[in-house]
């Protein structure tokens, strides 16, 4: 089952999303398309196109969200990649049966329509993978 379609985006966990933004702009020469909050997850994201994918800088919007326990103990970097895939109800049905341990059984479904799922980093050598099904 190869229903993979792309890297989608990889997500940086951010103390400061000015602070991050300044280098990702003015260093490495990233443009910023937009910024959104979204308060359902507690977290405001940039959006910095590369190529078909993108690097989203997230960054908590609450002291007590699940993101925020992650950066005060973690810190900083690399939190997540993220593929685009088909039938997301059905990747994450053949990964459950080929032992894959899921942090999410069911999709999660957006306001956008969009559909998410993240994979336990436990059963993928350490990598937090979020699965992304688009409307």
């Known amino acids: 089952?190869?229903?993979f379609i792309r890297l989608?985006?990889?997500?940086?966990?951010?103390?400061?999303?000015?602070?991050?933004?300044?280098?990702w702009q003015d260093q490495l020469g990233f443009q910023l398309e937009r910024v959104e909050t979204i308060s359902s997850m507690d977290v405001k994201i940039a959006f910095l196109p590369?190529?078909?994918?993108?690097?989203?800088?997230?960054?908590p919007t609450t002291e007590d969200s699940g993101l925020a326990k992650y950066l005060q103990k973690r810190g900083p970097g690399l939190h997540h990649i993220c593929i685009e895939v088909e039938n997301i109800s059905a990747k994450l049905a053949n990964?459950?049966?080929?032992?894959?341990?899921?942090?999410?059984?069911?999709?999660?479904?957006?306001?956008?329509?969009?559909?998410?799922?993240?994979?336990?980093?436990?059963?993928?050598?350490?990598?937090?993978?979020?699965?992304?099904?688009?409307?």
Do not use: C, W
């Open 95 to 135: 990964l459950e049966e080929k032992g894959v341990r899921l942090i999410d059984d069911a999709p999660v479904t957006m306001d956008d329509g969009r559909q998410l799922a993240f994979l336990h980093p436990k059963s993928t050598g350490g990598v937090l993978i979020e699965l992304y099904e688009l409307p």
């Open 50 to 59: 590369v190529g078909e994918s993108e690097i989203e800088l997230v960054q």
């Open 1 to 3: 089952m190869t229903d």
């Open 8 to 23: 989608d985006h990889i997500a940086v966990l951010v103390e400061n999303l000015e602070d991050a933004l300044s280098f």
